[in-house]
């Protein structure tokens, strides 16, 4: 099983700052087959990068996935008021497709 | 629109069973794998299995595995998840979803997601 570890934890910002999260996998990833997911409370998450780097359907270009192998990174380039939330990365390379256990961005 | 809507959670006894339904429209649901992810109270994502279009691959994850089986019926635009011997541990939000892309594989993210359905399994 793929066990994805995701930095910082938290990250406090203010808008208009840039956020770079981390997911680091304890194996490699093969075809970049990692995930990034948006979760406000109360609701579902939102598919936001595909294939480690491939913007999902509607997501703004401040958005950016980018790495392989065993190391991903999600930028979001300026801080939009509706960016603060919860990201998750998620490999679907080999079953089990787990989670990570988010980074939670919020105002600072 | 594209629609996911889960239904069937609610609170159960450990050790039994429970079925949840997820009732897809405003796509072609045949053409789709689709998947099972749970959320316990105030945690984080945890994938717990994935169908292929037509039923021909299932996987789950180890904590589930032989206690709950998902299926689904094509005619009738539907994925289930039969959930047996449950545990108190299985207490979670439910949501289905579709992957990204259709066709056979089921190595995919997930682009179009339901609101959950709780099931809450207490004594």
């Known amino acids: 099983e793929i066990v994805l570890t995701q930095s910082p934890g938290t990250l406090s910002l203010s808008p208009g700052e840039r956020a770079t999260l981390s997911c680091r996998a304890s194996?490699?990833?093969?075809?970049?087959?990692l995930a990034w997911y948006q979760q406000k409370p109360g609701q579902p998450p939102r598919l936001v990068i595909t294939?480690?780097?491939s913007r999902a359907t509607g997501i703004p270009d401040r958005f950016s996935g980018s790495g392989s192998g065993t190391d991903f990174t999600l930028t979001i380039s300026r801080l939009e008021p509706e960016d603060f939330a919860v990201y998750y990365c998620q490999h679907y390379d080999n079953s089990p497709f787990t989670f990570g256990p988010g980074s939670k961005v919020d105002i600072k | 629109q594209v629609q996911l809507v889960e239904s069937g959670g609610g609170v159960v006894q450990p050790g039994r069973s429970l079925r949840l339904s997820c009732a897809a429209s405003g796509f072609t649901f045949s053409s789709y794998a689709m998947f099972w992810v749970r959320q316990a109270p105030g945690k984080g994502l945890e994938w717990v299995a994935v169908i292929s279009h037509d039923e021909s691959d299932r996987f789950y994850t180890d904590s589930v595995r032989g206690r709950f089986t998902t299926s689904r019926d094509n005619s009738k635009n539907t994925l289930y998840l039969h959930m047996d011997s449950l545990r108190l541990e299985d207490t979670a939000l439910y949501y289905c979803?579709?992957?990204?892309?259709?066709?056979?594989?089921?190595?995919?993210?997930?682009?179009?997601w339901g609101q959950g359905t709780m099931v809450t399994v207490s004594s």
């Open positions: 194996q490699s990833v093969s075809s970049n087959y």
């Open positions: 294939e480690a780097s």
């Open positions: 979803a579709r992957a990204s892309s259709s066709g056979h594989h089921v190595r995919d993210a997930s682009d179009i």
